[in-house]
């Protein structure tokens, strides 16, 4: 459970270092910021949802999954 926490926190960091708001990733999912706030807040995220998040800051799951391994 920990590699997936880390996941999520890095996804989270990427976000910020993006300069997206938790409001701007919510549009691109089509959900509320509401929404993608408990999202972020559970640590829970299907692999299609890590997708498009990483697609939304511009980047391959495989490069989110490097900058975890760092």
Known sequence: MAQVQ???DTLIQARKASRLTYADVARGLDRSEANFK???AARRFSLDRLEAICDLIHM???DLFQLVDR
Do not use: I, K, S, Y
């Open 6 to 8: 880390a996941v999520v």
């Open 38 to 40: 408990r999202m972020c």
């Open 60 to 62: 391959d799951l495989t």
